[in-house]
């Protein structure tokens, strides 16, 4: 497995950006397949987007398309999410994770690693 360290996240106005940041512990994070996903007060954990370990192919669910852009730097070994026109359900708790199936959506194998989450709320 492999250990992740998120920063980023915080309080932002909506439409305002943020950008998540996911730091692996291990250079064996360029083998994974890694993502982000979200889970809101009440509701269930989803797979926003995800990103192949080529690098060649993302996933974004319907709900934020247009709007956030995953991507990841093999050198710093860590995965990104730019956040734009952020609304407010966009607040949530956001987990980046490796060890990801990518294609018609995003789901985790059930040796991924997690990383500790971080909040994101959007005010209106």
């Known amino acids: 497995q492999v250990q992740l360290v998120q920063s980023g996240g915080g309080l932002v106005q909506a439409g305002g950006s943020l950008r998540l940041s996911c730091t692996a512990s291990?250079?064996?994070?360029?083998?994974?397949?890694a993502g982000w996903f979200r889970q809101a007060p009440g509701k269930e954990r989803e797979g926003i987007s995800c990103?192949?370990?080529?690098?060649?192919?993302?996933y974004y669910t319907d709900s934020v398309k247009g709007r956030f852009t995953v991507s990841r730097d093999s050198a710093k070994r860590t995965l990104y999410l730019q956040m734009n026109a952020l609304k407010p359900e966009d607040t949530a708790m956001y987990y980046c994770?490796?060890?990801?199936?990518?294609?018609?959506?995003?789901?985790?194998?059930?040796?991924?690693?997690w990383g500790q989450g971080t909040l994101v709320t959007v005010s209106s």
């Open positions: 994770a490796a060890g990801l199936r990518v294609g018609d959506y995003c789901s985790p194998r059930s040796d991924a690693s």
């Open positions: 291990t250079l064996t994070f360029d083998n994974y397949n």
């Open positions: 990103i192949t370990w080529t690098g060649r192919t993302t």
